[in-house]
């Protein structure tokens, strides 16, 4: 039972330009998202979070949206840079609960 | 200075061996964790320590048995290991539980 879900399991995006990773939740008790980034034989990196109390959050090049209703978040780096080439994991919780991960964005930004 | 470090970084060893993979943070938080990643990519929790005690065990096998020593570390240990059980294994930690997770560089484990 897939409870966070990342349906495009790769994006390509050209330097410069914005990138858009999306996830989708089920578990209407999710109240905390975050993103990860992750290199090839490194573990996750913490990337950016979101509580469910807003609909926004920014960090420099990196903004997460959530779609509350929607059950939907997406994460926007712009401008893309060739060192963003990474898989970009969706994960939630509830109320201190285990962290429930999508399964991966592979996202290849072209120069 | 790595925050959190595990050893071996790869790991083969036959089936029915028992194997033993060590973590250690240096961040001085409360919570680790072990994750599995399987062959479809997901990554899943198995255990939760939060100060020393279990706090979160999903459905593992009882081949899995965790061990911490103190909060600063948390060893997997894999009992007569099977075909199954290869895939890349990481440890993490937080400060608060099921907030953001350091992770180390991960484990592979290879069984043949």
């Known amino acids: 039972d897939q409870q966070v879900k990342q349906n495009s399991p790769s994006l390509s995006v050209q330097e410069g330009r914005i990138s858009i990773l999306n996830c989708d939740y089920t578990n209407s008790m999710f109240d905390y998202f975050l993103w990860y980034k992750k290199y090839p034989a490194e573990g996750p990196t913490f990337l950016i979070s979101i509580s469910s109390i807003k609909d926004k959050n920014e960090d420099g090049r990196f903004t997460v949206f959530l779609n509350k209703s929607a059950k939907h978040l997406s994460l926007h780096i712009v401008p893309s840079q060739p060192g963003d080439s990474a898989v970009y994991f969706c994960?939630?919780?509830?109320?201190?609960?285990?962290?429930?991960f999508g399964a991966g964005t592979i996202l290849r930004v072209k120069s | 200075d790595t925050a959190v470090s595990q050893t071996p970084k790869y790991l083969v060893t036959q089936m029915g061996n028992d194997k033993s993979i060590k973590c250690e943070q240096n961040?001085?938080?409360?919570?680790m964790y072990w994750y599995k990643q399987d062959s479809k990519k997901f990554l899943k929790i198995m255990f939760s320590y939060n100060n020393k005690e279990l706090i979160i065990n999903e459905t593992v096998p009882n081949r899995f048995s965790p061990k911490s020593p103190d909060k600063a570390h948390l060893n997997l240990h894999i009992n007569s290991l099977e075909l199954g059980d290869s895939a890349v294994y990481f440890c993490a930690s937080s400060q608060v539980a099921e907030t953001e997770a350091f992770f180390g560089q991960g484990t592979r484990l290879t069984v043949v």
């Open positions: 961040l001085g938080h409360d919570t």
């Open positions: 994960a939630a919780s509830a109320k201190g609960n285990k962290l429930v």
